[in-house]
């Protein structure tokens, strides 16, 4: 399966996957708007870490064997036929197994205001439809970021 | 007779991760869960959300298109009431008869009830495990206004929160010293008392039910410590043991919980057991006991279904985690908080304001256990830790101060195999 491959030699901690990401998933697609109108600072699927000079930006893994979907209670994360660990907000009730179980910290809690429920990276499944790239790929200025078969899965050392 | 390749007696955490194990390797055979439960398929963690006004529906987790999907076809409302392993059949209340290649077991457990005198013949006691018992305090909710809880573990303390949202008068009595012991460690067992107190909601630590007072209708209960608690209802939750009731009296090996292998299998090669049911390996003390947890049943569910198609896939053991969901500050815990001896490092934190808490259990260097209150983004990576036993003396401070705890503290080639590489979860997928 094609995910999300993270190159933390290229990282340059510009932040702009994360705008992307807020943006792509906003009502209005503008970051300017999502930010300051739709109250989605701090709600980015990837998170930019930073330990200068060492930075990286992390999200879901979309695991073979997702934790966090063995820990959710409410059905709301279900992998999709394409391989995709989806997290549907709607049905989420906060109940913080995902960010109990993610071994990689990938699925992050909305703490703030009434709206209690966990968020997560969903691949952009929304763009692969329309044959594009996750927003934070197309974003990345040095290829910090790429769309790719993750190694272990290309050489097909773990496939079954 | 009905017959079915796979039959999962039990259709909830467990049986759902069956089917998806089952379906991993076995595409097309019949898979038939059965199930005494009217409801069939659903989530018992969030039968508090049903007490307060949630839809039935709400509670069907995978929904039946699911399991349309999946190709599982379904008995509801029915008791399987005997098990003749060696031919290989079930009986069903009515004497139906069905027959499996396969079985499993996820028959999971029986609210554990003390015997309580002046309990018989009251309809205001309740138990708090299945749908049925979550429908009767709904329907129920206009007859008490005071009631009292009786343990504070997990279970009890959500009871106690949901029912005191609801505007009851809710009094917690516990046996031991502090409430939620085994999810934490003393402090942040404090910590989590005190959130509840502020609700409003009382604990009897140190005490216990001598006598529900009342003849028909209850009037209060008499405590051990000679208080009297005035109330017109009670809720037990003591916690669950592993349901043994059809399993008694078969050749299999039941002693406290359901003996299974490390591919969760008994000891009748085609039958399985997983979920609360079974005794299961406790990945932190290499123990196996009943460790009746969500994830750990889906997970159980999954090896015993993946195993029952023919795959060869082990069970890695669980660990124990726990999410105090219902609290207004978020508490997640995994693993040993309360070091067992003196053979354990115990690392810990709070800001002044109490908003804070976090503390860290390590033996040799490896994490063992951890509490988190109030900051929890990126916990999931001390569980991850504790399972992958990394050794974190190098940054177990930064684990511990950080309130975000990010992968950017890990050694680099760990974390570059997660990045780049397969998913290093345990689970040879």
């Given at each position: 399966?094609?995910?999300?491959?993270?190159?933390?030699?290229?990282?340059?901690?510009?932040?702009?996957?994360?705008?992307?990401?807020?943006?792509?998933?906003?009502?209005?697609?503008?970051?300017?708007?999502?930010y300051k109108r739709e109250n989605l600072r701090g709600r980015s699927n990837t998170i930019v870490e930073v330990n200068s000079p060492v930075a990286f930006?992390?999200?879901?893994?979309?695991?073979?064997?997702?934790?966090?979907?063995?820990?959710?209670?409410?059905?709301?994360?279900?992998?999709?036929?394409?391989?995709?660990?989806?997290?549907?907000?709607?049905?989420?009730?906060?109940?913080?197994?995902?960010?109990?179980?993610?071994?990689?910290?990938?699925?992050?809690?909305?703490?703030?205001?009434?709206?209690?429920?966990?968020?997560?990276?969903?691949?952009?499944?929304?763009?692969?439809?329309?044959?594009?790239?996750?927003?934070?790929?197309?974003?990345?200025?040095?290829?910090?970021?790429?769309?790719?078969?993750?190694?272990?899965?290309?050489?097909?050392?773990?496939?079954? | 007779m009905k017959k079915s390749e796979y039959v999962i007696v039990g259709a909830n955490v467990a049986a759902v991760g069956a089917v998806e194990g089952i379906r991993r390797y076995d595409k097309k055979s019949s898979i038939l869960t059965i199930s005494y439960e009217t409801l069939g398929s659903y989530s018992k963690a969030m039968l508090a959300g049903y007490i307060e006004g949630a839809p039935s529906e709400w509670l069907e987790y995978r929904g039946k298109e699911y399991f349309e999907k999946m190709g599982v076809s379904h008995l509801y409302g029915r008791r399987v009431t005997g098990l003749e392993l060696e031919k290989s059949k079930?009986?069903?209340?009515?004497?139906?008869?069905?027959?499996?290649?396969q079985l499993l077991l996820a028959v999971g457990g029986t609210p554990f009830k003390p015997a309580i005198r002046g309990a018989d013949n009251k309809e205001l006691i309740?138990?708090?495990?299945?749908?049925?018992?979550?429908?009767?305090?709904?329907?129920?909710?206009?007859?008490?206004?005071?009631?009292?809880?009786?343990?504070?573990?997990?279970?009890?303390?959500?009871?106690?929160?949901?029912?005191?949202?609801?505007?009851?008068?809710?009094?917690?009595?516990?046996?031991?010293?502090?409430?939620?012991?085994?999810?934490?460690?003393?402090?942040?067992?404090?910590?989590?008392?005190?959130?509840?107190?502020?609700?409003?909601i009382d604990f009897y630590l140190n005490d216990t039910i001598e006598e529900i007072e009342g003849k028909k209708e209850i009037t209060g209960v008499r405590l051990k410590s000679g208080k009297t608690?005035?109330?017109?209802?009670?809720?037990?939750?003591?916690?669950?043991?592993?349901?043994?009731?059809?399993?008694?009296?078969?050749?299999?090996?039941?002693?406290?919980?359901?003996?299974?292998?490390e591919f969760m299998r008994t000891n009748i090669p085609n039958v399985y057991g997983a979920g609360d049911v079974v005794k299961a390996l406790d990945i932190t003390d290499g123990q196996k006991k009943p460790l009746p947890l969500w994830p750990l049943a889906y997970q159980q569910g999954i090896v015993a279904g993946a195993n029952m198609a023919g795959g060869e896939y082990p069970y890695i053991g669980g660990l124990p985690m726990n999410s105090l969901k219902f609290l207004k500050v978020p508490?997640?815990?995994?693993?040993?908080?309360?070091?067992?001896?003196?053979?354990?490092?115990?690392?810990?934190?709070?800001?002044?304001?109490g908003t804070f808490y976090r503390s860290l259990v390590l033996k040799d260097g490896r994490l063992k256990g951890f509490v988190?209150?109030?900051?929890?983004?990126?916990?999931?990576?001390?569980?991850?830790?504790?399972?992958?036993?990394?050794?974190?003396?190098?940054?177990?401070?930064?684990?511990?101060?950080?309130?975000?705890?990010?992968?950017?503290?890990?050694?680099?080639?760990?974390?570059?195999?997660?990045?780049?590489?397969?998913?290093?979860?345990?689970?040879?997928d």
């Open positions: 399966m094609k995910k999300v491959v993270i190159v933390e030699d290229f990282c340059i901690a510009c932040y702009n996957c994360e705008v992307a990401c807020i943006a792509t998933h906003s009502k209005s697609e503008e970051p300017v708007k999502a930006s992390a999200m879901c893994r979309h695991c073979t064997h997702p934790w966090c979907l063995d820990t959710c209670i409410s059905g709301a994360i279900q992998r999709l036929d394409n391989g995709i660990v989806y997290l549907d907000e709607e049905r989420c009730v906060g109940c913080w197994g995902c960010v109990l179980g993610c071994p990689y910290g990938a699925a992050h809690p909305n703490l703030k205001g009434e709206e209690k429920h966990a968020f997560k990276c969903d691949l952009c499944v929304d763009r692969l439809e329309a044959g594009l790239k996750p927003a934070c790929v197309e974003a990345c200025p040095n290829k910090a970021l790429l769309y790719d078969e993750t190694l272990g899965e290309a050489e097909g050392a773990y496939s079954r | 079930l009986v069903l209340e009515g004497g139906e008869e069905v027959g499996y290649k309740f138990s708090f495990t299945e749908f049925s018992d979550a429908r009767k305090i709904r329907e129920s909710l206009s007859k008490f206004e005071r009631v009292v809880v009786i343990g504070a573990g997990f279970t009890g303390t959500e009871i106690a929160y949901t029912l005191n949202n609801l505007n009851k008068k809710v009094s917690v009595v516990e046996l031991g010293d502090r409430v939620l012991v085994k999810a934490l460690d003393p402090h942040s067992s404090g910590i989590a008392e005190s959130l509840m107190r502020d609700q409003g608690l005035p109330c017109q209802a009670v809720i037990t939750a003591i916690g669950v043991v592993p349901n043994g009731q059809i399993l008694s009296n078969t050749a299999l090996n039941f002693n406290r919980g359901l003996e299974v292998d508490i997640l815990s995994a693993g040993i908080t309360t070091p067992p001896d003196a053979g354990y490092e115990v690392l810990s934190t709070e800001d002044p304001k988190t209150i109030g900051a929890i983004d990126g916990a999931g990576i001390l569980t991850g830790l504790i399972k992958n036993q990394v050794d974190i003396s190098e940054f177990k401070q930064n684990l511990l101060h950080e309130k975000r705890i990010g992968l950017i503290r890990m050694p680099r080639e760990w974390r570059n195999k997660i990045f780049t590489r397969r998913d290093e979860t345990g689970y040879h």
